[in-house]
């Protein structure tokens, strides 16, 4: 499959590593993805998103990101859902944080020094790049360039979706700006898919 990445996939793939090893994560996740992402500049993922207006907000993306870590990677529907039965989600993490600290939900970083350089990928990232694989196929392009792996972001349910989706970049939005359609054949398929 990485033998169809293009340049710009590659070193989004290759952002995403760095950002772990930037914050001592120890695995490479989806969030690391979309910020790989949002550091590329030129290509059509870069021109997606700043057509979208997140790389002007990309401190708002951030902040997103980070209440999400700080909820145990909930995303705002889960807190929506347990609101709905009575539970505080708000309320459940300031009591853990007061116990075991500030970010104690977010996980994901060990403290203690790795022996190799490796960080695996979460199978959630995994996931996208498998998915950007399809999105690709769908689209009828022999190559998996940087804006498949986007797609493959907004038609992922999870945390990464969601901060995008607030931030007006959802599936249809990005293949819009892509592509001028709203939906990819196959890749639109494969979003309902889950």
Known sequence: ???RFTKGARATV???????ERTD?????????????LDQEGGRAPFALAALGLTDRRESVEAA????RRRGGMTRAD???LADIGIDLGAIVSRVEETH????LGGGRSGRRR????RPFTPGAKKILERSLRIAVGRGDRFIGEEHLLLALTASPG????????HGATYGTVSRALYGDGDGGEAGQDRRAG
Do not use: N, P, W
Request: glycine share 10%; no cysteine.
């Open 65 to 68: 990101l980070a209440d999400a």
């Open 101 to 104: 600290g500030e970010g104690a």
């Open 25 to 37: 994560a120890d695995t490479v996740s989806e969030e690391f993805l979309l910020l790989a992402l």
């Open 115 to 118: 022996r190799t350089g490796h």
């Open 14 to 20: 290759g952002g995403a590593v760095a950002h772990a």
């Open 1 to 3: 499959m990485f033998e």
């Open 79 to 81: 807190a929506d859902a």
């Open 159 to 166: 945390v990464v979706a969601d901060v995008l989706a607030e």
